[in-house]
């Protein structure tokens, strides 16, 4: 037979342990549409350059298009905070932005993206 406090000590991790898995739970769902959405937007970003980037009208079409597909996916992108350059053969396009996610008891997490997408030029599209 066990002695009350051994009982008890192994209820009490039980619990810390419940609770941490809940916490971590609830981490997952808050983080993770923000994770898919920013991949949303640079797959976005790669299609843009593949097919509208060497375009004659270019950079004001990519802008409009970018920030289309942000407010769509609720991300706080500024069209001050699309990039594009034009080095000998490629496209580069960056966007820099924060997202904050807000959790119980107002705890306000500022996650910072980076995104970039390199394409060469393959030639003219038709």
Do not use: C, H
């Not at 406090?5 to 923000?34: D, H, Q």
């Not at 797959?43 to 920030?67: C, H, P, S, T, W």
């Not at 966007?95 to 996650?111: K, Q």
Request: hydrophobic share 45%; proline share 4%; aromatic share 10%.
């Amino acid at each position: 037979m066990r002695a009350w406090g051994e009982e008890g000590k192994s209820n009490l991790t039980a619990i810390l342990v419940i609770l941490l898995v809940i916490l971590g739970a609830y981490a997952i769902l808050k983080l993770l549409p923000v994770k898919i959405d920013t991949y949303a937007f640079e797959d976005e970003m790669a299609e843009v350059a593949k097919y509208e980037g060497f375009q004659v009208q270019g950079d004001q079409n990519i802008r409009r298009r970018l920030m289309r597909k942000a407010q769509e996916l609720g991300l706080p992108v500024q069209e001050k905070n699309i990039r594009i350059t034009r080095p000998p053969g490629k496209l580069v396009i960056e966007a820099n932005y924060t997202v904050d996610v807000t959790f119980i008891g107002g705890y306000v997490y500022s996650w910072d993206f980076q995104q970039k997408v390199d394409v060469p030029r393959m030639g003219k599209l038709r």
